[in-house]
């Protein structure tokens, strides 16, 4: 896969977070903040499970073995989602996501710079940090 490729999907993938935000703040109006957040993770893991059984070519019982620390993500996950449904009511889809992003970067490059969690060594560079404060700049730009 060209790297190209690569790109057109991350931008997909940004995509559908933003309407599955927009969907799910409307939902947790209507069956509850917490219940949609369940309703999310609960359908999702019988789809991914069906797509597991014909496809899935991993190991699943390593997951017994593996160090803990590996395994937080889906608790992030959980958190992740519930605060865009608990946030997007409020702020809307796209200031919830804006703020998202700015996170994302600016963690991001913390880990990345520090090697943490497993993660190639990439040394922050002033083009990177203008790159995240135009990003929190933007944010207050949009509030």
Do not use: C, D
């Not at 957040?37 to 019988?46: D, H, L, M, Q, T």
């Not at 073995?65 to 993500?73: E, I, M, N, T």
């Not at 865009?84 to 991001?108: C, D, H, K």
Request: charged share 10%; aromatic share 12%; glycine share 12%.
């Amino acid at each position: 896969m060209t790297k190209i490729w690569v790109y057109v999907l991350a931008l997909l993938a940004g995509v559908s977070l933003s309407i599955e935000g927009a969907i799910y703040g409307v939902l947790g109006e209507s069956i509850g903040k917490l219940e949609t957040s369940f309703y999310n993770f609960a359908v999702g893991s019988v789809i991914i499970g069906v797509i597991l059984l014909f496809f899935g070519k991993g190991k699943l019982s390593y997951s017994k073995r593996a160090p803990k620390w590996q395994l937080s993500g889906g608790i992030l996950g959980v958190i992740y989602l519930t605060l865009l449904v608990y946030g997007i009511p409020y702020l809307g889809v796209g200031l919830t996501m804006i703020s998202v992003i700015a996170g994302q970067m600016a963690m991001s490059m913390v880990i990345e710079h520090n090697g943490w969690l497993g993660s190639a060594k990439i040394k922050v560079t002033k083009e990177k940090m203008m790159a995240v404060a135009l990003m929190f700049a933007a944010l207050l730009l949009v509030f």
